[in-house]
């Protein structure tokens, strides 16, 4: 895990998840971007083994706490995607109002390249 300047945190998930591990990757993430008015997280999940239920409920948590502009998932195989979705569509259900968008991509250029696009977009806006 690592913050990229301005706004992007890189997350990369290897093996199987413990969940402990999770959370405290949560408490990291949540420090670091505690006084950011926006964060995008960008999400390998390329290498990425079994994830329990405990690591879902994590995940969630995290997803929460971070409440990203936007998160670009790449490396994700059907299966993990199935469980990204599930995750933020429970976030979703329960009237939380995870703000940004959860794109899937096989190729890491290709989600940095999404995140760049959300980024000019908003910038954009913010200076009509």
Same mark, same amino acid.
């Given at each position: 895990?690592?913050f990229?300047?301005p706004d ?10 413990? !969940? @402990?591990v999770?959370?405290r ?5 949540e ?7 926006? $964060? &995008? #997280? ?9 994830v ?12 929460l ?5 936007a998160?670009a998932?790449?490396? !994700? @195989? ?17 009237? $939380? &109002? #995870?703000?940004g968008?959860i794109k ?9 390249a999404?995140?760049?696009e959300?980024r ?9």
């Amino acid at each position: 895990m690592c913050f990229e300047p301005p706004d992007t945190c890189f997350v990369t998930y290897v093996g199987d998840l413990d !969940a @402990d591990v999770v959370a405290r990757m949560n408490a990291v993430l949540e420090e670091t971007t505690r006084h950011r008015r926006s $964060v &995008d #997280l960008l999400v390998d999940l390329s290498r990425t083994g079994q994830v329990s239920e405990r690591v879902r409920r994590h995940a969630a948590f995290g997803m929460l706490l971070l409440n990203p502009r936007a998160t670009a998932v790449f490396g !994700a @195989d059907f299966h993990l995607r199935v469980v990204v979705s599930m995750i933020t569509k429970a976030i979703r259900l329960l009237h $939380v &109002d #995870l703000r940004g968008q959860i794109k899937f991509f096989d190729r890491e250029t290709d989600a940095r390249a999404w995140l760049a696009e959300v980024r000019r977009r908003e910038t954009m806006q913010r200076s009509a």
